[in-house]
Structures are given as C-alpha cells and as structure tokens.
C-alpha cells in the first residue's frame, strides 16, 4: 500500500507564492503520472498539472498555466507545485495522486493524499 501525504499549503496574499509537496510513502515498482488535482467549494475536482514518468511531459489547467510548476525529487520519491502569482481563484483543497503499479506482485492503482488548504486572500 503506496501512502502519500501532501503538505505546504496555507494563507497567501494575491500575488503571493506557496510551494506544495508530496511525498510517497515507498519505493515504487512502476510510476505512470503524478499528478496535482484541485477542488473548491461547491466545484468538481480538477486536473492542476500533470507529470508522466519516462517522458517528464507535463500539462497543465489553462489557467495556471506560466504560473504553477510541477516537478519531482527522484531520491526522496516526492513532487512538488510551485506556485506563483496566486489569485483568489487558486483557493481550494489541493490533492496529490500518483498512478503507479506498487510492487511486483500488485496492479495497476491511482493512490490520492489527504489534501491540503490552500486560500488566497487578502
């Protein structure tokens, strides 16, 4: 069982940067995509920013796209979204995913973080 645990989130002012970590818990025996998803109040989850192992191609929402940056630490098994340039419309629960087959013996399986806060206001 892969644990992730996301972290970094919190109260910016407009205009303001935070960086979001996320941490898998293990050695992983194939990684597919990581992945930054997000969801505001009364608003359906959505795709952030996207990173697919091998290639390093990544995408992202249209809106934050030249500000948010996603990226990995191969030696701590961690992603991480810079973010920059925060917009009130940034505020919301920020989830991490990793697509990944665990171990040898496992399948193919999405595993998701808890979440973290993140609001900006002034």
């Known amino acids: 069982q892969v644990q992730i645990v996301e972290s970094g989130g919190g109260l910016v002012q407009p205009g303001g940067s935070l960086r979001l970590s996320c941490a898998a818990s293990?050695?992983?025996?194939?990684?597919?995509?990581m992945a930054w998803y997000r969801q505001a109040p009364g608003k359906q989850r959505e795709l952030v920013a996207m990173?697919?192992?091998?290639?390093?191609?990544?995408n992202y929402l249209d809106s934050v796209k030249g500000r948010f940056t996603i990226s990995r630490e191969y030696a701590k098994n961690t992603i991480y979204l810079q973010m920059d340039d925060l917009k009130p419309e940034d505020t919301a629960v920020y989830y991490c995913n990793w697509d990944v087959v665990a171990d040898r013996y496992s399948t193919r399986k999405t595993y998701w973080g808890r979440g973290t806060q993140v609001t900006v206001s002034s």
């Open positions: 990173m697919r192992e091998g290639t390093g191609t990544t």
């Open positions: 293990e050695s992983i025996f194939t990684i597919y995509t």
